[in-house]
Nanobody, 121 residues
Framework: QVQLVEAGGGLVQAGGSLRLSCAAS????????MVWFRQAPGKEREFVAR????????YYADAVKGRFTMSRDNAKNTVYLQMNSLKPEDTAIYYCAARLDYSPPGHYNYWGQGTQVTVSS
């Protein structure tokens, strides 16, 4: 059974940092393109960051570029999202997802349950 389990969310003041983790079981993260999304209350889910399975290259949404860093630890089968200089508008539930190369565009094979990040002003 495949599971993606996010952790590391919480309440932090603006300007602070958090590191989210997404631990995978039942799949090998290096076989998948791993992605972070977020969804704020009343808003649609939005892309945050992704990592290529082949190159480990990363790509970020403009809203987080320069502040967030995505990484992975293959030995722990875990991806991370280091979030610095947090802003109140970063408040959302953060989800990780896994996508195979040949999946249809916009389709993600597996999702985590999400972790809440709240940034106070």
């Amino acid at each position: 059974q495949v599971q993606l389990v996010e952790a590391g969310g919480g309440l932090v003041q603006a300007g602070g940092s958090l590191r989210l983790s997404c631990a995978a079981s039942g799949l090998t993260i290096s076989d998948y393109n791993m992605v972070w999304f977020r969804q704020a209350p009343g808003k649609e889910r939005e892309f945050v960051a992704r990592m290529s399975r082949r190159t480990a290259g990363t790509y970020y949404a403009d809203a987080v570029k320069g502040r967030f860093t995505m990484s992975r630890d293959n030995a722990k089968n875990t991806v991370y999202l280091q979030m610095n200089s947090l802003k109140p508008e970063d408040t959302a539930i953060y989800y990780c997802a896994a996508r195979l190369d040949y999946s249809p565009p916009g389709h993600y094979n597996y999702w985590g349950q999400g972790t809440q990040v709240t940034v106070s002003s």
